[in-house]
């Protein structure tokens, strides 16, 4: 059982050192002290009671000297713990870590693994970004772990730099389906439960780990069985189904399009999770996107949408910001993704959308850095529209072909890994030739906004 006593300061590397060692945008919460290269997740839950009982197995290796492993974990209770099969006897819970204390320490290289039960009600973490984690529907459940939600749900080193395999079994009332990330490996029914297995086999950062519960059918988008085809489905409450198979008719085409444009798609599968409830926002995880009843539209403003949570499988998903900071890498590319698509369909040029979006942006406020927004801002329109703008001003620059070639290059070198801004701006220099930190610069690292990108011409106003 877990200990009550309070930590003693210093005892372990991640109560001290992980302060420093974690994201700036996330003070105390993951950490550098090790890294998990493995999640084997065991979940039962009950949705009449918001009831969750969990196992958490992780396979992690040492990076320092340690004499207690701290881990991330909100409103669940750790009830038993073990560190290499044997039982640990001080384990202590407070604010939002779970401190292990082990009997002898760790150093550096030393692999180890922890096997924690856990239990409790799980609800969403509320904070500058709103609510984000476990949450309810008002029939079944949906996890948007984006930026620190995980520990909602699973105790883990919630950083994104730390990539791991997943594989998540949940339990849960007959007649739902759960869906998580990456290949579903396994199903079956007892009694009044079922059980469903995926496998994540490509390394995904912890916010982007997922578990959607509902009444959901599966339905095929595109069987993913031409040359360099990928299977495409949605899982879809029965009386939505007609509704989502025309809202999702152009996600195939998307496919093609980006895949011609950002490289091969970085994973087996793509599903769509269509909740039956009306939601704010889409929302991304590794291998899927979640959409509302709401975002089903043959309008530009929906499909936008479902463009730019299927570009965040390339950016955002198989290539990770190593640091919140640099969140323009998932959001400046999602929001030019759009405009691509849209130049692809023939609705509005790229040079159009960014015409418009620099319009907009220069009758507003100019007082966010896009290559380091801060944490209230990270999400912020600008931190979107201003770095598709960087990147449009990129490619007005050198063309498209070399544009193309770096996307694709940039994409391939860094799969399923992590990605800062200097190394893209160092790819950017290898692969155009040009000055790019120079090009850059002011769309990234000034509030002012640029004049104007257009083609053909080194700056407009």
Same mark, same amino acid.
């Given at each position: 059982?877990?200990? #009550?006593? $309070? ?17 700036? !945008? ?17 979940? =039962? ?36 713990? %073990? ?9 202590? %819970?407070?604010?939002? &870590? ?40 008002? *029939? ?6 984006? #930026? ?6 699973? $105790?883990?080193?919630?950083? $994104?730099?730390?990539?791991?395999? !997943?594989?998540? @079994?949940?339990?849960? =009332?007959a007649n739902y389906r759960a869906v998580c990330n990456g290949r579903l490996v396994g199903h079956s029914i007892r009694a009044s439960r079922e059980s469903w297995t995926y496998e994540q086999e490509e390394p995904m950062a912890t916010y982007l780990a997922t578990v959607q519960i509902g009444r959901y059918e599966s339905l095929i988008l595109d069987p993913g069985d031409t040359p360099g085809g990928v299977l495409q489905s949605a ?5 939505? /189904? ?22 091969? !798609? ?9 909740? +039956? ?8 995880? &590794? ?10 539209? #043959? ?34 590319? /999602?929001? !030019? /993704? ?27 406020? %100019? +007082?966010?850095?896009?290559? +380091? #927004?801060? $944490?209230?801002?990270?999400? *912020? =329109? ?22 193309? @070639? ?35 610069h002011p769309w990234l690292f000034e509030e002012s906004l640029p004049p104007l990108p257009l083609r053909g011409r080194h700056a407009a106003s």
């Amino acid at each position: 059982m877990s200990l #009550p006593e $309070p930590v003693s300061s210093g005892v372990a590397v991640g109560i001290t050192e992980s302060h420093s060692r974690s994201d700036p !945008y996330m003070p105390g919460h993951g950490t550098s002290a090790y890294r998990v290269s493995r999640y084997e997740l065991d979940l =039962d839950y009950r949705l009449s009671a918001n009831r969750l009982n969990g196992r958490a197995v992780l396979n992690a290796t040492a990076a320092r000297e340690a004499s207690a492993v701290v881990l991330d974990l909100v409103g669940l209770r750790a009830t038993k713990v %073990q560190f290499n099969g044997r039982r640990v006897r001080r384990f202590v %819970q407070r604010a939002e &870590q779970l401190v292990v204390h082990l009997d002898s320490g760790l150093v550096p290289g030393e692999r180890f693994t922890l096997d924690i039960r856990y239990e409790g009600n799980p609800s969403p973490r509320r904070g500058l970004w709103g609510e984000v984690g476990w949450e309810e529907l008002t *029939d079944g459940v949906l996890v948007a772990g984006q #930026p620190n939600g995980a520990p909602s749900w699973f $105790p883990c080193n919630d950083h $994104p730099r730390n990539k791991a395999s !997943y594989r998540i @079994t949940v339990t849960t =009332d007959a007649n739902y389906r759960a869906v998580c990330n990456g290949r579903l490996v396994g199903h079956s029914i007892r009694a009044s439960r079922e059980s469903w297995t995926y496998e994540q086999e490509e390394p995904m950062a912890t916010y982007l780990a997922t578990v959607q519960i509902g009444r959901y059918e599966s339905l095929i988008l595109d069987p993913g069985d031409t040359p360099g085809g990928v299977l495409q489905s949605a899982a879809v409450p029965p009386g939505l /189904a007609g509704t989502a198979m025309e809202g999702l008719r152009l996600q195939p085409e998307m496919m093609r399009t980006f895949v011609s444009c950002f490289g091969p !798609y970085p994973f087996p599968e793509y599903t769509v999770v269509v909740a +039956d409830d009306v939601l704010e926002i889409p929302l991304e995880a &590794q291998t899927m996107a979640i959409v509302g009843r709401n975002h089903l539209s #043959p309008d530009w403003e929906s499909q936008r949408l479902i463009a730019h949570e299927l570009s965040h499988q390339w950016f955002g998903n198989s290539l990770t910001a190593s640091g919140w900071s640099d969140i323009w890498l998932h959001e400046g590319f /999602a929001c !030019y /993704a759009e405009w691509i698509w849209s130049e692809a369909i023939g609705v509005m040029t790229a040079t159009d959308r960014a015409a418009n979006a620099w319009h907009r942006l220069s009758a507003g406020s %100019q +007082d966010l850095v896009v290559g +380091d #927004p801060g $944490p209230e801002l990270m999400f *912020d =329109d600008r931190v979107y529209k201003r770095g598709a703008l960087a990147l449009h001003a990129l490619r007005l620059r050198c063309g498209d072909l070399a544009f193309f @070639t770096l996307l694709k290059e940039w994409t391939r070198a860094h799969q399923h890994g992590s990605v800062s801004t200097p190394e893209f701006i160092l790819m950017a220099d290898s692969v155009t030739g040009l000055d790019s930190e120079t090009l850059l610069h002011p769309w990234l690292f000034e509030e002012s906004l640029p004049p104007l990108p257009l083609r053909g011409r080194h700056a407009a106003s």
